[in-house]
Each structure stands twice: as C-alpha cells, then as structure tokens.
Nanobody, 119 residues
C-alpha cells in the first residue's frame, strides 16, 4: 500500500527555520512528481513547491520563492522542504503529494504536518 509520511512540523518563531520530510513507500518514487501543499484554516489547499524528477525541475509559489527549497532524494524515497525566514502567514498544515500520469492519474497524499509560526 502506498504511503507518504510527513514529519518535521512544529512551532517556530518568525524568522526561524524548519525542515519537513516526506518518506514514501510502495511505489517507484523516481517516476513521480513530488510536491508540498499547504492549507491554512479557512483557506483552500495551495501548491507550495514541486519537484519533477526528469530534468530536476522545481517550481515554487511566489510567496515562498527565495525562502523555501524542495529537495528530493530518489535513493532514500524521501522529499524535503527546507523552510527559512518563516513568517506567520506560513502557518498551515503541510501535505506531501506524489503524482504521475500513466494512462490515468496516480495521486497520493500524506496525512499532513502542522507548521505554526508565532512569537
């Protein structure tokens, strides 16, 4: 059974850093686009960062460019989100996502990890 397990969330002060991890199992990790999404209370889920294995392409939401970095380790089946210079508006539940198209869409989600940025 496909599993995505996030970790690394917590409470951090504004300006601080956190690193989220997402460990994947039971699928060929390197074939999937791996992404981080977030959802704040009362808001829709939004894409934060995406890593496409082919060509090592990465994409970021404008709100996190220059502060967040997505890194994937295909050997460890793990994707990371390094978050620096955190702001209160980064507070949200962060979700890991794996997606690929193979005739149909294969789309998997983790359970989410809470990030709270507050003094």
């Amino acid at each position: 059974q496909v599993q995505l397990v996030e970790s690394g969330g917590g409470l951090v002060q504004p300006g601080g850093s956190l690193r989220l991890s997402c460990a994947a199992s039971e699928f060929t990790f390197s074939n999937y686009a791996m992404s981080w999404y977030r959802q704040a209370p009362g808001k829709e889920r939004e894409l934060v960062a995406r890593s496409i294995s082919v060509g090592l392409t990465t994409n970021y939401a404008d709100s996190v460019k220059g502060r967040f970095t997505i890194v994937r380790d295909n050997a460890k089946n793990t994707v990371y989100l390094q978050m620096n210079s955190l702001k209160p508006e980064d507070t949200a539940v962060y979700f890991c996502n794996a997606r690929k198209y193979g005739g149909v869409w294969y789309d998997y989600w983790g359970q989410g990890t809470q990030v709270t940025v507050s003094s």
